[in-house]
């Protein structure tokens, strides 16, 4: 179902792509060495590399399973499946060229049996990493044309999907359009990763990442009276409000803002604050109870028991703040690639254990700068 637009365009697009590749650090390994990728490439990987959703009746692809495909295939130092994965990203959600087109977020079989794009508004936190895991492997495996795919991707976010809000300043909106409702801006505070924008900080100099990571810690500040960050939110009268048609539920959204929060460098001026601000599950962890399927987080009450993505998604959180009883803990609860293997395929969960463990297990960290620091490119320290 590839996009057949633009011709000549995609096919200078796939000789930039396919362009020898340069040898990486000499300490690089052959890939297949992490067994719980494995599990999910076999389960839910298609060979031309769509990211597919089996929990759903469209069996739907999203930027943002695409994105974090392209994420991990980079993490495991895999060039041939990364490049798959992009080609069906940009082919199939972006017109043939990410560089000037954003991807829409949700493509899958339609009501007459079809397969086509379903809603073409593009997610922001989907580009984000697209643009992040491009911009990372342009530098670690010295390919320019995947840099220059994500500097494209940046100037999109800048003019689409970042607006200035009055008393605040820049703001990320969760995609381009339908999030602006009356006097109410809607927001997401997962879509922001400080260890991301500490990236395109470095890279886009003029650009508003620096504000952008400053307006992250303030929406947290004031959406978190009990420690527990919020699905949504929403900016009204120069303040963060509970969002209007979500309410002030923390779940499945708000679990990567503990996630992003225990991976960022610990040398990052924000890594204390947020992880203060976020203090709620170490609470409630150290306490002996199990994590929430579901809070709200204006009086700290939840419900439901998480599952196994959930625990795995605190584990980096544990880890920065010296918990490692716990951490160990969670881990050993958590199903082994066999059983993954062996049950029905769980894409978030299976996205989120993949984040959260191969975290711990070292297989990637954050510099400073945002920097990826794969295990296969060096020595990995906490730096």
């Known amino acids: 179902m590839a996009n057949t637009a633009d011709p000549h365009r995609r096919a200078l697009l796939r000789t930039l792509l396919a362009a020898p590749l340069l040898p990486v650090l000499s300490s690089a390994r052959a890939t297949g060495d992490w067994p719980a990728w494995r599990v999910l490439v076999e389960s839910s990987l298609s060979a031309d590399g769509r990211m597919i959703d089996r929990s759903q009746d469209d069996q739907r692809s999203t930027s943002e399973g695409q994105s974090y495909a392209l994420f991990f295939a980079l993490v495991d130092n895999d060039q041939a499946l990364f490049d798959r994965i992009l080609?069906?990203?940009?082919?199939?959600?972006?017109?043939?060229?990410?560089?000037?087109?954003?991807?829409?977020?949700?493509?899958?079989?339609?009501?007459?049996?079809?397969?086509?794009?379903?809603?073409?508004?593009?997610?922001?936190?989907?580009?984000?990493?697209?643009?992040?895991?491009?911009?990372?492997?342009?530098?670690?495996?010295?390919?320019?044309?995947?840099?220059?795919?994500?500097?494209?991707?940046?100037?999109?976010?800048?003019?689409?999907?970042?607006?200035?809000?009055?008393?605040?300043?820049?703001?990320?909106?969760?995609?381009?359009?339908?999030?602006?409702?009356?006097?109410?801006?809607?927001?997401?505070?997962?879509?922001?990763?400080?260890?991301?924008?500490?990236?395109?900080?470095?890279?886009?100099?003029?650009?508003?990442?620096?504000?952008?990571?400053?307006?992250?810690?303030?929406?947290?500040?004031?959406t978190t009276p009990r420690g527990f960050?919020?699905?949504?939110?929403?900016?009204?009268?120069?303040?963060?409000?509970?969002?209007?048609?979500?309410?002030?539920?923390?779940?499945?959204?708000?679990?990567?803002?503990?996630?992003?929060?225990?991976?960022?460098?610990?040398?990052?001026?924000?890594?204390?604050?947020?992880?203060?601000?976020?203090?709620?599950?170490?609470?409630?962890?150290?306490?002996?109870?199990?994590?929430?399927?579901?809070?709200?987080?204006?009086?700290?009450?939840?419900?439901?028991?998480?599952?196994?993505?959930?625990r795995a998604a605190v584990l980096p959180y544990l880890l920065a703040q010296d918990e490692r009883a716990l951490a160990q803990t969670l881990q050993s609860s958590l199903p082994t690639p066999a059983q993954q293997r062996a049950d029905a395929p769980a894409y978030y969960a299976q996205m989120l254990a993949l984040f959260g463990l191969g975290w711990a297990e070292g297989r990637y960290r954050f510099a400073a700068d945002g920097q990826l620091r794969p295990r296969w490119g060096e020595v990995i320290g906490r730096g």
């Open 87 to 222: 080609a069906w990203t940009q082919d199939n959600l972006a017109d043939g060229d990410m560089h000037r087109h954003l991807p829409a977020w949700l493509w899958g079989r339609d009501d007459k049996g079809g397969w086509r794009v379903l809603d073409d508004n593009p997610a922001s936190d989907s580009d984000l990493w697209l643009a992040y895991a491009l911009l990372e492997a342009g530098r670690l495996w010295h390919r320019p044309a995947l840099r220059h795919i994500a500097e494209g991707m940046l100037a999109q976010v800048r003019e689409r999907e970042i607006v200035v809000l009055p008393g605040l300043g820049p703001m990320l909106l969760p995609g381009p359009q339908g999030f602006i409702e009356g006097d109410a801006t809607r927001l997401n505070p997962s879509y922001l990763p400080l260890q991301l924008l500490r990236r395109f900080a470095a890279i886009d100099r003029g650009g508003p990442w620096t504000v952008l990571a400053d307006n992250m810690l303030e929406l947290l500040r004031q």
């Open 229 to 310: 960050a919020p699905d949504w939110t929403a900016w009204r009268d120069g303040a963060f409000v509970v969002d209007p048609a979500k309410g002030a539920t923390g779940g499945y959204d708000a679990i990567r803002c503990y996630l992003w929060a225990g991976m960022l460098s610990p040398r990052d001026r924000h890594f204390r604050e947020q992880l203060r601000l976020l203090s709620g599950p170490l609470r409630r962890l150290r306490a002996g109870r199990p994590m929430w399927e579901e809070v709200d987080t204006r009086s700290g009450e939840g419900q439901g028991e998480a599952g196994y993505g959930f």
